[in-house]
């Protein structure tokens, strides 16, 4: 995107980041993704009350909550998808700074977004995970309705349907909610967070 804004500079910190981790552990975006239903949001919420309830400090970015107001603006055609998870991106590079998890819930169908994220953190500060539920159970659920609409044709660009989505090629992990518990995937997901060296080992 074009920068802009003109007269600004970066203004680093005081506090280096070694100083950060030592007093508030390791920040990092745990970015999970999936088509509608597939279990994003309720994995991640899991995830997250794990976590804080284990002393880390940890955050959850919801794909619908975030529509309601920084990104209310937007709709759902490829571009306005695009902007949605730039701006999603740059927030989620804050909270990873704060040194908090960050655990973003979005369909984000496209790698070159998703890989746009993860080149703009530090190595190993980004986390895939692939919720890789089928279309066949994510439209059984439906939890919204929004299968039923959109091969209704009620909805335009709904992902899986009538808008494409890139599956992660080499993600940190991939769960299946379809075949796996959440508690297994809590798990499984906080494993791969100590084999990443986001959490300490036990």
């Given at each position: 995107?074009?920068?802009?804004?003109?007269?600004?500079?970066?203004?680093g910190s005081n506090?280096?980041?070694e100083e950060r981790e030592q007093q508030l552990g390791v920040g990092a975006v745990v970015w999970f993704t999936g088509l509608s239903g597939s279990g994003k949001s309720t994995v991640a919420r899991a995830v997250e009350a794990f976590l804080v309830r284990e002393g880390h400090s940890a955050y959850v970015l919801d794909g619908d909550n975030l529509r309601f107001g920084l990104n209310q603006d937007l709709g759902f055609s490829a571009q306005d998808r695009q902007e949605n998870?730039?701006?999603?991106g740059e927030v989620a590079?804050?909270?990873a700074g704060a040194n908090v998890i960050l655990l973003a819930?979005?369909?984000s169908p496209y790698?070159?977004?998703r890989d746009r994220i993860r080149h703009s953190l530090p190595e190993g500060r980004f986390i895939e995970v692939h919720v890789s539920t089928s279309l066949e159970v994510c439209a059984q659920r439906d939890p919204k309705g929004l299968y039923d609409k959109a091969l209704r044709g009620e909805i335009n660009n709904f992902t899986g349907v009538s808008a494409p989505y890139e599956a992660p090629t080499s993600p940190e992990l991939r769960l299946d909610t379809g075949t796996v518990s959440l508690e297994e995937s809590v798990a499984k997901t906080v494993?791969?967070?100590r084999q990443c060296g986001i959490l300490p080992p036990v």
């Open positions: 995107m074009t920068q802009k804004s003109e007269n600004i500079r970066w203004h506090v280096t980041d998870i730039r701006r999603v590079k804050l909270f819930a979005f369909i790698q070159a977004d494993v791969t967070l």
